[in-house]
């Protein structure tokens, strides 16, 4: 708004002053609605976000709780771990299995002949034809660039190659070049072809399909072998996922003739883990929900939702979706109390380890399934809030509104501000017109008086 600059000599007073206080007295109950409106909308949409930050914590900490796997976790125990180690999915069920480790998995090497002049040595010109598996590639040299290490380079940098490694190896009788394979076992063989150019690259061929033309040393490719309870196994890698159904044996070492143990077990502890996680991260929404919905009765102090409708509603669904039984399952528990946990006096969820250690040990697989079921814990916790947190849902649409109110309230303040500024411009003007005629009859009233006074004395 404009200062006013105003002696007021006819009243006697300051216009400017005048005008100001009769503005501020007319807007102050205009500015004091917009205030608390703003105020109880950001409170609100502050409260929102954090209940929809909370809520979407929670949602994205149980997606993976929905299969009994995440729960149902097994050790896998090896009793010489210099030979294997082990790791264990709910498949596999308690117990224990005699392995063998016969062999071990190798990669192929194919080794050239000794070139005289080593690194520098020219080989040949055409092209070398690489196949490993189910993959190939082409490998051009050019005149000129036909060396031993030009042809270890290009190997190395060929478009599609991603089973083969090129090296040179020197010796005293001059250098090797390698050909390895990177990848274990037999399906992983590397076969080299050449065709075109000044015949030079024939000095590096491997192909079993044409023994006679080979002239790279071959130190075979060996696939890993195990023996899982007196039965044979073999594969490509010493990763062996295919012996027993979600048993994995990560060979070490070969030992053939000896057997040792992998122990399958339940692992308690790491179900406990995850178990108390999920409960520190539901009470972390828990916590916020209550916090919402407080009310201090010694200082009057009232959470930012107290008595909403939605907040109400959405704090109640959540207890009742850890409350009530699970009916899908297929265990002998159906409850989170039956297993040991509970909620104390401020909605919060406290754990018993001695209870839930002793209904883990007498039906493993049947708490996973408490919450992984259809009707599950975890499944009814994010079905529900994952339905709650959509775009189109009322935690979303009333943030909109909220946001649309402050959006009005701010062009409701411009077109207050606009009309106090009218406000005052009239004030002005009047009181400016008032202060003018005071004037002109403070002046009538000296004339007057002098003339007066003048008549008196003649």
Known sequence: MATIQSSGLGLGTDISSLVSQLVAAERKPLDARITREQTSANTQISALGSLKSSMSYLRDAVAGLRTTSAFALRTATSSNKDVFTATATQEVPAGSYDVEVVALAT???????????????????????????????????????????????AINTAKGNSGVTASIINESGGSRLVLTARNTGIENAVRITQSGGDGGLAALVFDPADPGANTLTETAAKDSHVRVNGHDYKGPTNSVTGAVDGLTLNLVKAEAGTEYTVTIADDVDGTITKIKKFVTDFNSLAKVLGSLQSYNATTGKAGAMLGDAYVRGLHSDVRRMISDPVTEGTGSYTTLASIGITTDSTGQLVVDDAKLKVALGADFDGIASMFAASDGIATRIHTKLDAALKSDAQLATRTDTLNDTLKRLEKEQERIDSRMESVEARYLKQFTALDTLLVQMQSTSSFLTQQLGASSKG
Do not use: N, P, W
Not at 133 to 153: M, N, P
């Open 107 to 153: 990669a192929q090497k194919l080794t050239s002949q000794a070139f005289v002049g080593g690194r520098t040595a020219v080989v040949g010109t055409g092209t070398l034809t690489v196949s490993y598996g189910d993959t190939s590639f082409d490998v051009d040299i050019a005149a000129g660039h036909g060396t031993l290490a030009e042809i270890r380079d």
